[in-house]
Nanobody, 116 residues
Framework: QVHLEESGGGLVQPGGSLRLSCAASGIMFSLYDMYWYRQAPGKQRELVARITGVGSTNYADPVKGRFTISRDNAKNTVYLQMNNLKPEDTAVYYC??????????WGQGTQVAVSS
């Protein structure tokens, strides 16, 4: 069965950094595009970053230049390095593995709070 496990969230001061990890099991990881989404209280879930199986990346405008998505196909893991965090980055961050409409999986989320 498919399982995505996020980790690395926490409380950080503005300007700080966090590194999120998402370990996948039960899928041919290298064949999946991997995404990070986030959902702030009272808001819709939004796309943060995407990385294809071969490493092409895309970022949402609010995080460009501050966040970096990467993957290690040997470890079945995708990462999100978040630098210069702002209070508006506070959200639950979700990992998503997308292979097709019928192969689309989500993790349980990890909380990131940016506050002084």
């Amino acid at each position: 069965q498919v399982h995505l496990e996020e980790s690395g969230g926490g409380l950080v001061q503005p300007g700080g950094s966090l590194r999120l990890s998402c370990a996948a099991s039960g899928i041919m990881f290298s064949l999946y595009d991997m995404y990070w989404y986030r959902q702030a209280p009272g808001k819709q879930r939004e796309l943060v970053a995407r990385i294809t199986g071969v490493g092409s990346t895309n970022y949402a405008d609010p995080v460009k230049g501050r966040f970096t998505i990467s993957r290690d196909n040997a470890k079945n893991t995708v990462y999100l390095q978040m630098n210069n965090l702002k209070p508006e980055d506070t959200a639950v961050y979700y990992c998503n593995a997308y292979g097709s409409l019928f192969n689309n999986y989500w993790g349980q989320g990890t909380q990131v709070a940016v506050s002084s």
